[in-house]
Nanobody, 113 residues
């Protein structure tokens, strides 16, 4: 129901944009978010945007990542700039509505020279 895309291999300092498309069956979205999980670590919060447009970022990505959404397309994005090797992880998109949470399968981002 959530399809994440846009991951890949990028050099340090580079940029990537992730996309998360929600199926039409998902209604009443209250919050859209991105999380990530690197090997040996727990899944961690990256960024979120509420239905009202309020954005929140993890301290580790502030100033480098930007979350946005296209409500008409039922899609949200994560623009990542100035990427660092420590940003390497599987990135998961997530939405929350009145029924609970929905997770996408994840897309791998590798930052390496």
């Amino acid at each position: 129901q959530l399809q994440a895309s846009g991951g890949g291999l990028v050099q340090p300092g580079g940029s990537l944009r992730l996309s998360c498309l929600a199926s039409d069956s998902i209604r009443g979205i209250k919050i859209r978010a991105w999380y990530r999980q690197s090997p040996g670590n727990q899944r961690e919060f990256v960024a979120s945007i509420t239905a009202g447009g309020m954005v929140t970022y993890a301290d580790s990505v502030k100033g480098r990542f930007t979350i946005s959404r296209d409500i008409r397309m039922n899609t949200h994005y994560l623009q990542m700039s100035n990427l660092r090797p420590e940003d390497t992880a599987v990135y998961y998109c997530n939405i929350g509505n009145h029924l609970g949470e929905v997770w996408g399968l994840g897309t791998l981002v590798t930052v390496s020279s």
